[in-house]
């Protein structure tokens, strides 16, 4: 994925953000760890990270309970937890009791991902499916994907939650040939992807691509194509800068930004996963 010279950049800088995470939020906190797993190394201080995590998830298994973003957040923990092997202190079972119906889920949503309304609903697949278990509304989501298919996927981040929405609960993608055809004219002449509601140029462009490998079985040049075109944007945004003394390497969120960004920098590693690694992410 990286020459040696590039991973030790970037864990440099992975290093620079978990030693100094008490200024991170803890989505962005959640990402950075998830990047020492797609670089193939060991997460330090895991093990004082995990009691840092325990002690501030709520009674109802939730983090950050009542912000907004709050439910994706959590998914994104549990999802954490899981893939390391770990259990956290709580379970998530009080608060999937409150979203067990189709109209409490709905109602949640509006309440706390105003304007993202497909990534908040991500959120609340995902709680569900990191615990293993499938959203008893299940059929509702997928009735209301197909009937507002025009409304998410005409934007880059609504699609990419989505498609990874559908993945995390095995079903179908519909009209692949038209959501990739889509995801490509939506593409920027230099190569960015870019969204309506939350518009930093990095993690748009991370979405994109990984996006589109999700999409493509079938390795078509023009994906390809559309792939490589991303990537090299996201690489006109890669910052080296000296960090207490060390040569630090990442991702800005945009091109005229100096020093790299800690989600930047996560979405992109991730984004240069494969296809297979990127669906063994969302499970």
């Not at 800690?262 to 984004?271: E, H, K, P, Q």
């Amino acid at each position: 994925m990286y020459d040696a010279q590039r991973k030790e950049l970037l864990l440099n800088t992975l290093n620079y953000f978990i030693h100094g995470r008490k200024s991170l939020s803890f989505l962005n906190l959640l990402f950075v760890l998830d990047s020492f797993r797609f670089l193939g190394e060991k997460i330090p201080e895991i093990e004082t990270i995990l009691e840092e995590f325990n002690s501030i998830q709520s009674d109802d298994g939730t983090w950050k309970t009542g912000h907004e973003h709050y439910v994706p957040i959590t998914a994104q923990a549990f999802m954490f937890y899981k893939h390391i092997g770990a259990v956290p202190k709580k379970s998530l079972e009080p608060f999937l009791l409150s979203i067990d119906t189709w109209e409490k889920t709905l109602a949640h949503n509006e309440k706390y991902e105003p304007g993202n309304y497909w990534g908040g609903l991500w959120g609340y697949v995902g709680c569900f499916v990191a615990v293993g278990q499938r959203p008893p509304w299940v059929d509702k989501f997928i009735e209301e994907m197909h009937s507002r298919f025009g409304e998410w996927s005409s934007d880059n981040h609504q699609r990419s939650h989505v498609v990874i929405s559908l993945g995390q609960l095995g079903e179908s993608i519909p009209q692949v040939k038209k959501l990739i055809d889509i995801t490509i004219k939506d593409q920027m002449s230099d190569g960015r992807w870019t969204a309506e509601d939350w518009n930093p140029a990095v993690p748009q462009t991370a979405f994109g691509i990984s996006t589109l490998k999700i999409l493509d079985k079938e390795k078509r040049p023009k994906v390809n194509d559309a792939i490589e075109r991303g990537l090299t944007f996201m690489e006109s945004c890669f910052k080296i800068v000296d960090w207490k003394g060390r040569k630090c390497g990442g991702y800005s969120e945009n091109p005229d930004d100096k020093s790299p960004d800690a989600l930047a920098t996560s979405i992109a590693i991730g984004a240069q996963l494969s296809s297979l690694q990127i669906e063994e992410w969302m499970k």
